[in-house]
């Protein structure tokens, strides 16, 4: 009896076990679909695993830069998803350098995982479902936000299109939580495309390519005499002193007259192409502090465009707003200390990201002048970017050339800098204590002592 109760508790016991362990199992897969494995990993059969190891390697390395992986396993565990896969040949030799160059910028990140999600329809659209010709299109919605897809063929030959893209590969690769048609180029969103438009013309300006600086005889400090000294310098010539000698009075700074174009018609238009990087400031987000501390709290906008029209050439380290806010009231409280901070943040030369990282690669460390005189700021190699200053007070190249037209480059850096500390020489007090020197002793009445004392004589000369 007791055998019977026993065993019977045991067999109700795992059937409702098993009732439970069935009722947790989701109930939308179709069969065949499992792309979540026990530990809830990607399956190696999964349409992720095909992408990553298909033939459209740019459309894979774009999604692993977009940071959207996570994004995806998140889908093919819920349903079957359909992917449309531009051809390598598409992203690198068809695309816009500019427009790549734009999807690329760490700025930039939700235009490239809005492009890339507007590829992915949420369901499994196969080529046997495609509309047919007399049907017109079919509207699909994407993993983009308000983003569609229309899917229609062409009247007679009966291809196949997405939008306006033909689709080249049909069913190019199938797997049971979803499938891949390759096409043949990208599909733009217009959100996509309008943010692209705002930033280029924020860019429309005439690049102009930086020139050599002309040589300064450094004991005159006046400009070496040339064969074409006599010619007249043309509208557009680089300034012909330094960078120092044409600002504005200021802290440890002397006033002179700025050579160059000069006179109410310049060759570069200095306002407005400083206007124009900091409106990019503002639009590339995270840089509001620094586009506050040039408009609000100095003049070195103003300054800073009389510089560039009369044609010398500025790279600014922009610290983001994180490191802006970890200023002290201290800091900022003492006169001229903003201008002093941006003045070490200025350096008159024009430097983009792939220069400087070239310099200190080839260099190790590098020094650049800054427009706080006559302190520099040193660069160095670390971690594949480059990094300022040494010790707490170093920066790293955050966001490289958030701005480069050829007269003015913008760097963004994860810290503000400030220059090295000068050591004080600490005077010792001198002791008013007369030392009393004793006159020293010839070699010849050191050694005639040496001698008299060996034979007991030594008091025939007294000084022994």
């Not at 080529?127 to 007679?156: C, F, I, M």
Request: with cysteine; glycine share 8%; net charge neutral.
């Amino acid at each position: 009896m007791d055998r019977c109760i026993y065993g019977c508790s045991a067999v109700t016991f795992f059937f409702f076990s098993f009732l439970l362990t069935a009722s947790a199992l989701p109930q939308n897969l179709e069969p065949g679909h499992h792309s979540l494995n026990g530990s809830g990993q990607i399956n190696s059969n999964s349409v992720l695993v095909a992408l990553l190891d298909s033939r459209y390697t740019e459309l894979a390395e774009l999604v692993e830069k977009a940071l959207l992986l996570q994004t995806l396993e998140d889908a093919v565990g819920r349903h079957n998803i359909t992917i449309f896969a531009p051809r390598n040949e598409a992203l690198e030799r068809d695309l816009d350098p500019d427009f790549k160059r734009f999807l690329l910028q760490p700025g930039n990140l939700k235009s490239l995982q809005t492009l890339l999600l507007s590829h992915i329809i949420p369901n499994r659209v196969g080529s046997n479902q495609w509309p047919e010709e007399n049907s017109g299109r079919v509207k699909h919605a994407t993993l983009g936000h308000d983003q569609v897809l229309h899917l229609s063929k062409t009247k007679g030959n009966g291809i196949r299109l997405v939008n306006s893209a033909v689709i080249t590969r049909p069913d190019d690769l199938t797997r049971p939580d979803g499938l891949i048609h390759g096409i043949e180029r990208l599909l733009i969103p217009r959100s996509v495309q309008e943010d692209f438009n705002r930033r280029r013309s924020l860019r429309s300006i005439s690049a102009v390519l930086p020139e050599g600086a002309p040589e300064i005889d450094p004991r005159t400090n006046r400009l070496k005499k040339s064969a074409a000294a006599s010619v007249a310098v043309p509208a557009g010539s680089p300034p012909v002193l330094p960078i120092q000698s044409a600002m504005a009075p200021g802290p440890s700074l002397a006033p002179a007259p700025a050579p160059g174009p000069g006179g109410p018609r310049h060759h570069f238009n200095g306002e407005a192409q400083v206007k124009d990087f900091i409106h990019t400031l503002l639009h590339y987000g995270g840089y509001n502090e620094m586009a506050d501390i040039l408009v609000n709290l100095t003049s070195l906008a103003t300054e800073m465009g009389r510089l560039v029209s009369e044609g010398y050439v500025l790279t600014v380290l922009a610290p983001n707003d994180e490191a802006m806010a970890k200023l002290t009231t201290d800091q900022l409280s003492e006169p001229g200390a903003p201008e002093q901070i941006v003045y070490y943040h200025i350096i008159p030369e024009y430097q983009t990201e792939e220069s400087m990282y070239n310099s200190v690669r080839r260099f190790g460390k590098v020094k650049y002048e800054t427009l706080r005189f006559p302190h520099k700021v040193a660069a160095k190699e670390a971690d594949g970017s480059v990094k300022f200053g040494s010790g707490d007070r170093s920066a790293y190249l955050f966001d490289p050339d958030i701005y480069t037209d050829g007269r003015i480059s913008v760097q963004g850096i994860d810290g503000v800098l400030f220059p090295e500390e000068e050591e004080e020489t600490v005077k010792k007090p001198t002791s008013s204590v007369k030392k009393v020197v004793q006159p020293r002793r010839g070699k010849l009445l050191e050694v005639a002592c040496r001698m008299l004392g060996a034979i007991g004589k030594d008091s025939y000369i007294s000084k022994c």
